[in-house]
T-cell receptor, first 114, second 109 residues
């Protein structure tokens, strides 16, 4: 999991602003994921990508957007349409998106909307 | 839809005692069951996993058991230590991975 990095660690945003969270991996993994974590909640899937230039919505995609232009990178944009964006955001990757492929997590970005 | 139920949500055990966390899943196609440990403010880290062709797996003080018929799997931690205090997540993976809501484990001195 040391091969997955997220930046920044903490992010503050004013209401109405879009913000982009970075996720990079050097593990040569094909699949990448974005999760949102709220206190007392599990991990909820926002978006995932199995290969470059392809991604799918997860369970809570509304108000978020992603891109996958490079294998190593999967940035997440939190748009002003996301009504409650304050949360801890985790990026993960796996070798592929097979049913037995282990996901490894980045260190997370804590987003606070002021 | 597919679901993973995890119990208890909070667990306190005396240092040196055992801790057990239980999960049930709904998708009978699930065949991979990882467990993650997350310390406060840190990333979830894989501590042990089990595949559906195995009933039990052990790694030092940690063990996981799987009952595919009952769609139930459990994490067992023996001889608990202060550094075991964390939130533990179970997950079940079929077409996509589904996480439980987590168990906050407190090790009491």
């Amino acid at each position: 999991d040391g091969g997955i990095t997220q930046s920044p660690k903490y992010l503050f945003r004013k209401e109405g602003q879009n913000v982009t969270l970075s996720c990079e991996q050097n593990l040569n993994h094909d699949a990448m994921y974005w999760y949102r974590q709220d206190p007392g909640q599990g991990l909820r899937l926002i978006y995932y990508s199995q290969i470059v230039n392809d991604f799918q919505k997860g369970d809570i995609a509304e108000g978020y957007s992603v891109s996958r232009e490079k294998k190593e990178s999967f940035p997440l944009t939190v748009t002003s349409a996301q009504k409650n964006p304050t949360a801890f955001y985790l990026c993960a990757s796996s070798i592929a998106q097979g049913p037995t492929d282990t996901q490894y997590f980045g260190p997370g970005t804590r987003l606070t909307v002021l | 839809g597919e679901n993973v139920e995890q119990h208890p949500s909070t667990l306190s055990v005396q240092e040196g005692d055992s801790a057990v966390i239980k999960c049930t899943y709904s998708d009978s196609a699930s065949n991979y069951f990882p467990w993650y440990k997350q310390e406060l403010g840190k990333r979830p880290q894989l501590i042990i996993d089990i595949r559906s062709n195995v009933g039990e797996k052990k790694d030092q003080r940690i063990a996981v058991t799987l009952n595919k018929t009952a769609k139930h799997f459990s994490l067992h931690i023996t001889e608990t230590q202060p550094e075991d205090s964390a939130v533990y997540f179970c997950a079940a993976n079929a077409i996509k991975i589904i996480f439980g809501k987590g168990t906050r484990l407190h090790i009491l001195p």
